[in-house]
């Protein structure tokens, strides 16, 4: 099993340029989540999937869209990317609502920059 | 005090000591949980307390759970240079949907 896996790794955007992060996880999940991570803010939720067809706002959402493609895929668009936006981004997933397993699974994260 | 503030924000001891981290909550839980994170990496599930448990253990590590005082203690006994990383305490919360709220961690270092 890869878990969760999250693509790109890096990237680097001008301001007002779009890009999508993608996540995909392999255990089943229903659970799946967005986090973007600043030094000293620790992890704040922009979106989550609590099920497929579903998806709410997090603490921080604006300037971010999503998409619960299916099961397995959650993905997360900047359509014009702000120097705001320079941040870690984790995916993460877990069994849903009153659904084991209760932990969360991370990816390896993916570093954004923008200029 | 925030969901899930973690105290001290930074400990650092020396390689064989025993390391405490502490947890407070506002509101009732259904569990809590903690995740640790190694430098550039994601965070990594430890161990999860349920509300009705007091006391849980998982090989060096020790959970404790006070739902009347809504604190929680992360114990990691005889610790080692690769213990050195972020600890992060998570509240999962009835009604919540699914989301977990994480606190902002406390950084850990552990000296040879």
């Known amino acids: 099993n890869a878990g969760v896996t999250q693509t790109p790794k890096f990237q680097v955007l001008k301001t007002g340029q779009s890009m999508t992060l993608q996540c995909a996880q392999d255990m089943n999940h229903n659970s799946m989540y967005w986090y973007r991570q600043d030094p000293g803010m620790g992890l704040r939720l922009i979106y989550y999937s609590a099920s497929e067809g579903t998806t709410d706002k997090g603490e921080v959402p604006n300037g971010y869209n999503v998409s619960r493609l299916n099961k397995r895929e959650f993905s997360l668009r900047l359509e014009s990317a702000a120097p705001s936006q320079t941040s870690v981004y984790f995916c993460?997933?877990?069994?849903?609502?009153?659904?084991?397993?209760?932990?969360?699974?991370f990816g390896p994260g993916t570093r954004l920059t923008v200029t | 005090s925030q969901q899930g503030e973690e105290d001290p924000q930074a400990l650092s001891i020396q390689e064989g000591e025993n390391a405490t981290m502490n947890c407070s909550y506002k509101t009732s839980i259904n569990n809590l949980q903690w995740y640790r994170q190694n430098s550039g990496r994601g965070l990594v599930h430890l161990i999860l307390i349920r509300s009705n448990e007091r006391e849980k253990h998982s090989g060096r590590l020790r959970v404790t759970l006070d739902t009347s005082k809504k604190s929680s203690s992360l114990l990691i006994t005889a610790s080692r240079a690769a213990d050195t990383a972020s600890y992060f305490c998570a509240t999962d919360v009835p009604g919540a949907n699914s989301k977990l709220t994480f606190g902002k961690g406390i950084t850990l270092s552990v000296r040879p």
């Open positions: 993460a997933s877990r069994g849903g609502p009153q659904i084991p397993p209760y932990e969360q699974y």
